[in-house]
T-cell receptor, first 110, second 113 residues
Framework: RKEVEQDPGPFNVPEGATVAFNCTYS??????FFWYRQDCRKEPKLLMS???SGNEDGRFTAQLNRASQYISLLIRDSKLSDSATYLC???????????FGAGTRLFVKA | DAGVTQSPTHLIKTRGQQVTLRCSPK?????VSWYQQALGQGPQFIFQ???????QRGNFPDRFSGHQFPNYSSELNVNALLLGDSALYLC????????????FGPGTRLTVT
């Protein structure tokens, strides 16, 4: 089993749609969780942190369920500029090896 | 505020050769991590340097080695290149104790022929 698994993509959605990505992780001792965004042939960039209480940043909402070892990202009112690969990232407890999922590709079309 | 820089941008090498990639961290950062990203995959952790020491390593062979200099910049060396080493190599910097907030450089695209 992979340490971090994400929904297989790609997701093709129209502008204005709501889309949700899921991610599961295998190490229950994991400490911190993040979503990164990576545009084609560019470097990953931090999108948002994920907390048990959930957090929201504009059209983006991230949730963490520690009991189920599950992370989600919800994008509302999708824009063309949201087209990218979204990477689920887990930072371990007591270590420094950041673990990335394989990413989920999102295409938003007009 | 200077971000993370990497050099070179692109590199083509022949199987069996050796390569050195360079990274300058974001201004004020003291920790550098290196990742390998194959096409269609997420970045894979190679190792992390802090206080000029390698403090954690991922599942990569000893052909992959690195160094961190007193100014916090870092090098990644790969010996005896294999075709499978072709990938985007990313450097990320962070500042202790917030090591989870990583800023990535644009990467070096290595092609091994």
């Amino acid at each position: 089993r992979k340490e971090v698994e994400q929904d297989p993509g790609p997701f093709n959605v129209p502008e204005g749609a709501t889309v949700a990505f899921n991610c599961t992780y295998s190490n229950s001792a994991s400490q911190s969780f993040f979503w990164y965004r990576q545009d084609c042939r560019k470097e990953p960039k931090l999108l948002m942190s994920v907390y048990s209480s959930g957090n929201e940043d504009g059209r983006f909402t991230a949730q963490l369920n520690r009991a189920s070892q599950y992370i989600s990202l919800l994008i509302r009112d999708s824009k063309l500029s949201d087209s990218a690969t979204y990477l689920c990232v887990v930072f371990p407890t007591g270590g420094f090896k950041t673990i990335f999922g394989a990413g989920t590709r999102l295409f938003v079309k007009a | 505020d200077a971000g993370v820089t990497q050099s070179p941008t692109h590199l083509i090498k022949t199987r069996g050769q050796q390569v050195t990639l360079r990274c300058s961290p974001k201004s004020g950062h003291d920790t550098v991590s290196w990742y390998q990203q194959a096409l269609g995959q997420g970045p894979q952790f190679i190792f992390q340097y802090y206080e000029e020491e390698e403090r954690q390593r991922g599942n990569f062979p000893d052909r992959f080695s690195g160094h961190q200099f007193p100014n916090y910049s870092s090098e990644l060396n790969v010996n005896a290149l294999l075709l499978g080493d072709s990938a985007l190599y990313l450097c990320a910097s962070s500042l202790e104790p917030r090591g989870y907030e990583q800023y990535f450089g644009p990467g070096t695209r290595l092609t091994v022929t």
